[in-house]
C-alpha cells in the first residue's frame, strides 16, 4: 500500500457543527502532515506529527485539533468554524520527517465548505 | 527566511510545444528542491527532486537541473501533451527542517 487515503472526499458544513477529518497511511511513514489549501494558492503547513508527537503547530486557531491516535492515523477534528476555512485539506506522510531529501507523500484531500 | 519565487502563470502553450518554467530560491545551506504537479481535484503528486547542486531531476519527460550558482530549479519539457495541463509548484527543504516551502505555483494549460 504506497498510498496516503483520506476521508471523506468532500465535507459541508455549518458553524455549529463538529465534524473530524481522517487520514491513513500503511507504508511505516513516522512523519505526518496536514496542509490547508485555498483556491488557486500553494498549501499551507498546519500541523507535524513526528512519531506521534507534535512537533509544529503553525499558530492554527484552536477550532482546529489535530490527533494522531497512532503511526498509521492522523485526524483532524474541526468545531465552530467559519466561512473562510472553506478549503481543501490535504494530509500528507513522510519517512522521518527531518532528512531534507524526503519526499512528501500526499493523499488527495478532502474539500471543506462551511456554510 | 527560506522562499521559493515562480514564474507567474496562467501559461498557455500548443500540445508538442517546448515549456520552461522558472523557479528561483533564497535559502540558508544546502536545500533539496522539488516539483510538485497538480491536476484538478486532487492532491499534489511528486514530479521531480535534486538534492545537491548540479544533480539534474527527471521524470515523465520533465527535467529540472539544481543551479546553486543561480540559485535556481527550472523545470523543462521538450514537447507538452494535454495531459500535461495541472499546477506545478517548486518547493524546497532545509536539513533538519520538517516544513517544505512552495512557490506560488504555476497553472499550466496545453490546447490541442
Known amino acids: 500500500d504506497t498510498e496516503v487515503t483520506q476521508t471523506p472526499k468532500h465535507l459541508v458544513m455549518g458553524m455549529t457543527n463538529k465534524k473530524s477529518l481522517k487520514c491513513e497511511q500503511h507504508m511505516g511513514h513516522r512523519a505526518m502532515y496536514w496542509y490547508k489549501q485555498k483556491a488557486k494558492k500553494p498549501p499551507e503547513l498546519m500541523f507535524v506529527y513526528s512519531y506521534e508527537k507534535l512537533s509544529i503547530n503553525e499558530s492554527v486557531p484552536s477550532r482546529f485539533s489535530p490527533e494522531c491516535p497512532n503511526s498509521s492515523l492522523l485526524n483532524l477534528h474541526l468545531h465552530a468554524l467559519q466561512p473562510e476555512d472553506s478549503a481543501l485539506y490535504l494530509c500528507a506522510s513522510s519517512q522521518e520527517g527531518t532528512a531534507n531529501n524526503e519526499k512528501l507523500l500526499f493523499g488527495s484531500g478532502t474539500q471543506l465548505s462551511v456554510l | 527566511g527560506d522562499s521559493v519565487t515562480q514564474m507567474e502563470g496562467p501559461v498557455t502553450l500548443s500540445e508538442e510545444a517546448f515549456l520552461t518554467i522558472n523557479c528561483t530560491y533564497t535559502?540558508?545551506?544546502?536545500?533539496?528542491l522539488f516539483w510538485y504537479v497538480q491536476y484538478p481535484g486532487e492532491g499534489l503528486q511528486l514530479l521531480l527532486k535534486?538534492?545537491?547542486?548540479?544533480d539534474k531531476g527527471s521524470n515523465k519527460g520533465f527535467e529540472a537541473t539544481y543551479r546553486k550558482e543561480t540559485t535556481s530549479f527550472h523545470l523543462e519539457k521538450g514537447s507538452v501533451q494535454v495531459s500535461d495541463s495541472a499546477v506545478y509548484f517548486c518547493?524546497?527543504?532545509?536539513?533538519?527542517?520538517?516544513?517544505?516551502?512552495f512557490g506560488q505555483g504555476t497553472r499550466l494549460t496545453i490546447n490541442p
Open positions: 518547493a524546497l527543504r532545509t536539513q533538519g527542517a520538517q516544513k517544505l516551502v
Open positions: 535559502a540558508t545551506g544546502y536545500p533539496s
Open positions: 535534486a538534492t545537491k547542486a548540479d
